[in-house]
């Protein structure tokens, strides 16, 4: 059974950092890709990041891209989520999911972890 769980959520201000972290247990990180998303209040989940099971292809929204990085450390079978320049309209749940490639829709999905910045 895959199991995704994320960490590093917290309370920051405006213009601070976070890192959150995804640890993938049940399958091997080189074999599975990985996205980041996030759900503010009353509003639909959304696509933050993501990379492929190579490593290659990272992509970020636009409204995180130049502020936000995803990485991952296959030995450590994790993938992160630093997060740079925060700003209160990025305050919500972040959730990390794996695919398997070639598939086209997330089918494993974390618990989610808040994140919250102040003004």
């Known amino acids: 059974q895959v199991q995704l769980v994320e960490s590093g959520g917290g309370l920051v201000q405006a213009g601070g950092s976070l890192r959150l972290s995804c640890a993938v247990s049940?399958?091997?990180?080189?074999?599975?890709?990985v996205g980041w998303f996030r759900q503010a209040p009353g509003q639909d989940r959304v696509f933050v990041a993501s990379i492929s099971w190579t490593g290659t292809l990272p992509r970020h929204a636009d409204s995180v891209k130049g502020r936000f990085t995803i990485s991952r450390d296959n030995a450590k079978n994790t993938v992160y989520l630093q997060m740079n320049r925060l700003k209160p309209e990025d305050t919500a749940v972040y959730y990390c999911?794996?695919?398997?490639?070639?598939?086209?829709?997330?089918?494993?999905w974390g618990q989610g972890t808040q994140v919250t910045v102040s003004s």
């Open positions: 049940g399958r091997t990180l080189s074999t599975y890709g």
């Open positions: 999911a794996g695919r398997v490639p070639g598939a086209a829709e997330y089918d494993n």
